[in-house]
C-alpha cells in the first residue's frame, strides 16, 4: 500500500464517499497482507472462518481486541526487519503490549503524524516546552509509550526544554529561560495530561514565574484515567491552567500504541476527529454498530499498521459518534467523544458475540 499518495492530501478535506471506498480497498488490502504474512493473526481469522479475506466491507472484518498484543507476538515481517519495538506501560499485574516496527512502517508514522499534527499548529516548527524529563538515557531498540510520545512529538519542535529535572521537580531556572527567550511569539506544549495536570495545575508556583503561558499551545494526551477519578473533566482541566498560567489554546488527543501514528486530535469544537488514515465505529456489548449519539466500546481503523496486524483494533474504552462526517470546525471526519475505560464486562461481552 502506497501511504504517498495519501499524503499529498489534506487529511480532513477529502469527502465521506471518496474516503469510504479508499479506506474499504485499503483495508482489505492490509488484512490480506497480514494474514499471509503473521501466522498467528491467519490462526485468529481462521478460528472466525475467515479462511480468505476479498472485498468485504469494514463492518464485517473482525477486529483485534488491543489486549491480544500483550499475550502474543504479532509480526508480519521477518524477525531481521524488526527496526523497533514499541511497549505499553503496563503495571505489577499486566503485561505491557508489545509493537513491531520495521524502518518502513515506522517512517510512516512519523509522516502522518507530522500531517495531522501540521494541520493544527502550522508546518513551522516552534519553541517547545515538554512536561516530562529528558529521555537521555533509554533503550534505542525498546520505547516505552511515553518516551516514543516524546520523540515522536519533539520533532514539532525546536530549542526543547524539559520542565522536570531527574528527581521530578520543576527545573524552574531552565523553565524561566525559556519562557525570557520565547514566550512572546507562540510556542509548542507537549505533555502527557496526568503530568501537565500535576505538574502546570498542581506543583507550578506563579510566584516564580512572571511571565504567563498565553501564547502557548499544548498538546496533550492519555493518562486521563488518574484525572477522572478526582472528578476533572476535559472543560475543568482547560479552565484551571486558564486560570493559573492564562494557557488558552489547549488541544487533546487520543490514541493508541496498537496504531501509533494516526492519531485523533481535538478540534475546536471539543470533539475528536477522524483523519483518512483513520477510521472508527461505536459497537455494544453484543458486537453491533450503534447510532451517532449512543455511547458503546471504541472499534479503530488505521491505514498504517504494516509490520504488524494494528490496522482494526476493539479498544477498552467508550465512545459516542456525535456527527458522521462534519461540523462548525469545517473538518471532514467523523467527530466523536471518549468517555473512558469500558468495565470488563463489557468488553467481555463484546468478545464472546464475536
Not at 25 to 40: D, E, G, M, R, V
Not at 162 to 177: P, R, T, V
Not at 286 to 295: A, L, P, S, T, W
Not at 313 to 324: F, K, P, Q, S, V
Request: charged letters at 25%; a positive charge; proline letters at 3%.
Amino acid at each position: 500500500m502506497n501511504i504517498q499518495n495519501l499524503l499529498k492530501l489534506d487529511p480532513f478535506n477529502v469527502n465521506k464517499k471518496r474516503k469510504e471506498l479508499l479506506f474499504k480497498k485499503q483495508i482489505n488490502l492490509l488484512t490480506n497482507h497480514h494474514y499471509k504474512n503473521c501466522a498467528n493473526y491467519r490462526k485468529i481469522l481462521k478460528n472466525l472462518n475467515f479462511l480468505k479475506v476479498q472485498e468485504i466491507n469494514l463492518e464485517n472484518l473482525p477486529p483485534l481486541p488491543a489486549s491480544i498484543f500483550k499475550k502474543f507476538d504479532l509480526k508480519s515481517v521477518p524477525n531481521n526487519k524488526i527496526f523497533k519495538k514499541l511497549t505499553s506501560s503496563g503495571t505489577s499485574n499486566q503485561q505491557p503490549s508489545k509493537i513491531y516496527l520495521d524502518k518502513e512502517n515506522a517512517l510512516n508514522q512519523t509522516k502522518v503524524l507530522t500531517k495531522i499534527v501540521s494541520k493544527l499548529i502550522g508546518s513551522k516548527r516552534l519553541p517547545m516546552l515538554i512536561i516530562d524529563k529528558n529521555p537521555n538515557n533509554f533503550n534505542r531498540e525498546t520505547f516505552s509509550a511515553r518516551i516514543a510520545a516524546i520523540y515522536g512529538f519533539s520533532i514539532f519542535g525546536k530549542n526543547h526544554c524539559y520542565l522536570l529535572k531527574e528527581d521530578n521537580q520543576i527545573d524552574y531556572k531552565s523553565l524561566i529561560n525559556f519562557l525570557n527567550l520565547y514566550s512572546k511569539e507562540k510556542f509548542l506544549i507537549f505533555g502527557f495530561t496526568s503530568l501537565v495536570f500535576e505538574n502546570l495545575i498542581k506543583k507550578i508556583s506563579k510566584k516564580q514565574l512572571k511571565i504567563n503561558f498565553s501564547n502557548g499551545i499544548l498538546l496533550h494526551g492519555g493518562g486521563w484515567k488518574k484525572l477522572e477519578n478526582m472528578k476533572i473533566s476535559n472543560d475543568i482541566f482547560k479552565k484551571k491552567l486558564f486560570d493559573k498560567l492564562k494557557l488558552k489554546n489547549i488541544y487533546n488527543y487520543y490514541g493508541l500504541i496498537e496504531q501509533t501514528g494516526s492519531i485523533f486530535i481535538e478540534c475546536k469544537c471539543g470533539y475528536f476527529v477522524t483523519s483518512i488514515f483513520s477510521e472508527i465505529f461505536i459497537r455494544d456489548k453484543n458486537f453491533n454498530i450503534v447510532k451517532n449519539g449512543k455511547r458503546g466500546i471504541i472499534q479503530l481503523f488505521s491505514l498504517l499498521p504494516t509490520s504488524y496486524p494494528g490496522h482494526n483494533i476493539l479498544t477498552e474504552d467508550i465512545g459516542e459518534i456525535i456527527d458522521g462526517n462534519s461540523h462548525k470546525c469545517n473538518l471532514k471526519g467523523k467527530h466523536f467523544l471518549v468517555h473512558g475505560r469500558a468495565k470488563e464486562a463489557e468488553i467481555r461481552g463484546c468478545s464472546d458475540a464475536r
